[in-house]
């Protein structure tokens, strides 16, 4: 009997520190990297939740493959973390597989997501290779998951290889190579002989092909 509640022990002690071990290895695989802000300027002044830069700003994260050069920047706290970028002023913002000009900015340290105002936005596309130019007086990034949307009052330009679109609102999945426009759509395909208006359109990237409805075509014939 003595055995049998030994064994039995032993038993339990195993379960308890597998149990401990899955814990311990969920949250180190929850965590997310910890990354290096590095920021040069020429005039900086720190305080507790917040640090103003002005001058000659240029900014550099390796670990989200994103730079940015600007005249003025805060780096603000939320909680005990350095978590959000705001740029009021002209800032030139590269990131990986892509570029963009804008008048004011946002960026947040913790999820690669952000916004840009009043911008032109170049895009490689990964699935044909050609540069997408958006022009946007709102657009919001999500760098982490490589989708972008923007609004313009006026319409949203945006220009790929030989075509040009105009639409009220887009939304751009890169990784799925899919460009939706909403609102107001006027597409222009030269290569297909096609000026097309909609009322909502899908661009599939990788070779252009698309579908639309509510639609008004031209045809050019030769």
């Known amino acids: 009997m003595k055995s049998f509640f030994r064994i039995a022990g032993i038993l339990i002690l195993l379960v308890a520190v597998v149990v401990v071990l899955t814990s311990q290895t969920t949250t180190a695989t929850t965590q ?12 900086v002044e720190p305080k507790s939740d917040v640090i103003y830069y002005k001058g000659s700003v240029f900014v550099n ?7 940015l050069r600007t005249t003025e920047m805060y780096v603000k706290k939320v ?10 002023t002209k800032v030139e913002f590269t990131f990986d597989g892509g570029s963009a000009v804008a008048d ?12 840009l105002t009043n911008s032109t936005v170049t895009i490689i596309d990964t699935k044909s290779n050609e540069k997408i130019i958006i022009i946007t007086d709102t657009l919001n990034y999500d ?19 030989d075509i040009t679109a105009v639409a009220d609102r887009f939304e751009y999945d890169k990784e799925k190579g ?10 222009n395909d030269p290569k297909k002989g096609i000026k097309m208006t909609a009322s909502d359109a899908v661009i599939y990237t990788e070779k252009n092909d698309m579908k ?10 030769d």
Do not use: F, Q
């Open 32 to 43: 997310k990297k910890s990354k290096t802000v590095r920021v040069s300027a020429d005039y």
């Open 61 to 67: 994260i390796d670990e989200d493959k994103v730079s």
């Open 79 to 88: 909680g005990d973390k350095w978590k959000i970028v705001e740029i009021p």
């Open 104 to 115: 004011k900015m946002t960026y947040d340290l913790d999820n690669k997501t952000g916004a």
């Open 143 to 161: 760098l982490e998951n490589n989708k972008y949307s923007g609004t313009k009052k006026g319409g949203v330009n945006i220009t790929k290889g």
């Open 178 to 187: 899919e460009l939706y426009l909403y609102g107001a759509v006027v597409i």
């Open 212 to 221: 639309a409805n509510n639609v008004s075509i031209e045809l050019k014939v």
